[in-house]
């Protein structure tokens, strides 16, 4: 399975010339907690809630800062095309929970969280103990009727 | 399971008069995501989070540094007893649809229990469980080299 089929559709994103007031808002109104940043459709930076929180309160740039001025810009990018073990090595390599996927042109197609891994993982989780179980109830009829044989 | 092994009991802590700035700055400083609202008589009076202070300061235009948290924390906070199962802890974040709870001990805080927590550990158990299965395939490739050994001996 690749990563397009988890990614959301449509990625919303912000402009770097956006303010941190709006962009929280945006955060709040969409109850997402990282709005991607995109210019001239080039993604430029990442922006969660925690970016906020401290670098307008605990750095003092206020609200009224822009985006661009506090976005994350070391961007990791996954293609669409790779797998749900690539997404988890890189979030564990670089210790983010949400990455940008991108097209062969650079251009931004939606975002894989750690969250939609774990859903993705327990569900096939899920299957392999439906295995285990079905093989349970097969062994113990066939013991039954051995039993009854006997 | 219990939880006990699970709970943090190494928490950070900011009081409700203390402002939006200074709590902000405490989650750096301990590169923690929450911290919890502890009253005057000791009491958990709130939770805070770097979400909180994104939405609620910085989404609402105030000023950091004049914002008290008991203004922008939530609570009253719904929390769990040290002595509840692992099992009970996780209905209550699926019900409350929180990732984060203050443990009680006594009507006392005794400490943080996180999501986070819960799934590295639920993760290493599954890793362990991973290694035994690697563990005995090798084992029966040792013991298939063996009864070839024992054939060609006879």
Same mark, same amino acid.
């Given at each position: ?20 007031? $709006? ?51 070391? *961007? ?18 670089? *210790? ?12 931004? *197609? ?41 | 399971?219990?939880?006990?092994? $699970? ?95 203050? *443990? ?51």
């Amino acid at each position: 399975m690749d990563l397009s089929s988890l990614c959301k559709s449509a990625p919303v994103s912000a402009a770097p010339d956006m303010h941190a007031r $709006h962009a929280a808002q945006e955060m709040g109104r969409l109850h997402i907690g990282c709005l991607p940043v995109v210019e001239d459709g080039r993604l430029v930076g990442m922006l969660t809630d925690r970016d906020l929180a401290l670098r307008c309160l605990a750095g003092g740039l206020g609200s009224e800062v822009r985006v661009g001025e506090i976005m994350s810009r070391d *961007v990791v990018t996954l293609p669409a095309t790779a797998g749900l073990a690539e997404a988890a090595e890189l979030m564990r390599d670089h *210790v983010f929970r949400r990455l940008p996927i991108v097209d062969a042109d650079g251009r931004l *197609v939606g975002l894989v969280a750690a969250d939609d891994l774990l859903r993705t993982l327990a569900r096939e989780i899920g299957q392999m103990a439906e295995v285990v179980e079905e093989e349970m109830v097969r062994e113990a009829a066939a013991r039954a009727a051995t039993e009854a044989g006997q | 399971m219990s939880l006990e092994p $699970h709970v943090d009991k190494d928490i950070w802590c900011v009081r409700p008069d203390e402002t939006a700035a200074v709590a902000a700055a405490r989650m750096e400083k301990a590169a923690v995501g929450c911290l919890v609202v502890r009253d005057e008589f000791g009491g958990v009076a709130g939770i805070i989070t770097d979400r909180d202070l994104a939405l609620r300061v910085v989404g609402r235009g105030l000023d950091g540094a004049q914002t008290l948290v008991q203004d922008v924390m939530s609570g009253p906070v719904v929390s769990v007893n040290a002595g509840c199962s692992l099992t009970e802890a996780l209905e209550t974040m699926r019900d409350q649809g929180v990732r984060r709870l203050p *443990v009680l001990r006594d009507g006392l805080l005794a400490g943080l229990i996180s999501y986070d927590d819960l799934f590295v550990g639920l993760a290493k158990e599954m890793g362990d469980l991973g290694e035994a299965t690697r563990r005995e395939f090798w084992r029966a490739g040792e013991h298939a080299d063996l009864s070839g050994l024992a054939k060609r001996a006879r």
